[in-house]
Nanobody, 117 residues
């Protein structure tokens, strides 16, 4: 089992920045790959970014160039630095973890990000 707790969401104006954090506890074997997904109201959950334990990263097209995912293995924590935020980035952001790059096996409860225009 893995427990994931997100933090750092909030309300920000367009063009602003936020930094999300996700702290993992439990069986770290299942935190080899940690990811951020988001779900806007009325839409399906979508992939944002992922990072492996070795630091290999992948981003969605919408995140490339604006968002940066990073991790601190000693703290079992990942981060998502979001810059130049847009109203369309408004969503609940979820942290996920798993052993491989297949869809996460564990999810956090999410943190709300709202970007005003």
């Amino acid at each position: 089992q893995v427990q994931l707790v997100e933090s750092g969401g909030g309300l920000v104006q367009a063009g602003g920045s936020l930094r999300l954090s996700c702290a993992a506890s439990g069986n770290i074997f299942n935190t080899n790959v940690m990811s951020w997904y988001r779900q806007a109201s009325g839409k399906q959950r979508e992939f944002v970014a992922r990072i492996t334990r070795d630091g290999i990263t992948n981003y969605s097209d919408s995140a490339k160039g604006r968002f940066t995912i990073s991790r601190d293995n000693a703290k079992n924590t990942i981060y998502l630095q979001m810059n130049n935020l847009k109203p369309e980035d408004t969503a609940v952001y979820y942290c996920g973890s798993g052993f491989s790059v297949v869809a996460p096996s564990y999810w956090g409860r999410g943190t709300q990000v709202t970007v005003s225009s």
